[in-house]
């Protein structure tokens, strides 16, 4: 298991976990158990445990393909994104 950001272009990974709200210090200091803003937010991106990821531009911003769509996301949250390489 690693972050997503460690893939290299053209690698693939299989979500496993995403791990946002685990420090408090870096926290939004309101987590309560309660769902936040931000993960509703990932969700509606595609980037759920159990989907596979592909590596498309390791730059700044992270480019990757989830099913048939583009996206791109900021190297820090790709930090707290954890995956499974696949073939």
Same mark, same amino acid.
């Given at each position: 298991? *690693?972050?997503?950001?460690?893939?290299?272009p053209?690698? %693939?990974?299989?979500?496993? %976990?995403?791990?946002? @709200?685990?420090?408090?210090?870096?926290?939004c200091?309101?987590?309560?158990?309660? #769902? @936040?803003k931000? =993960?509703? #937010?990932?969700?509606?991106?595609?980037? #759920?445990?159990?989907?596979?990821? %592909? *590596?498309?531009?390791?730059? %700044?911003?992270?480019?990757?393909?989830? =099913?048939?769509?583009?996206?791109?996301? =900021? #190297?820090?949250?790709a *930090?707290?994104? *954890?995956?499974?390489?696949?073939?």
């Amino acid at each position: 298991m *690693m972050p997503l950001a460690l893939l290299s272009p053209g690698e %693939a990974g299989e979500i496993v %976990a995403i791990r946002l @709200h685990e420090e408090k210090k870096s926290c939004c200091g309101q987590c309560s158990g309660e #769902r @936040h803003k931000s =993960d509703n #937010r990932i969700e509606e991106l595609g980037l #759920r445990a159990g989907k596979t990821v %592909a *590596m498309l531009n390791n730059g %700044a911003p992270i480019l990757l393909r989830i =099913d048939e769509a583009r996206i791109a996301i =900021d #190297r820090s949250l790709a *930090m707290k994104i *954890m995956v499974r390489r696949v073939q």
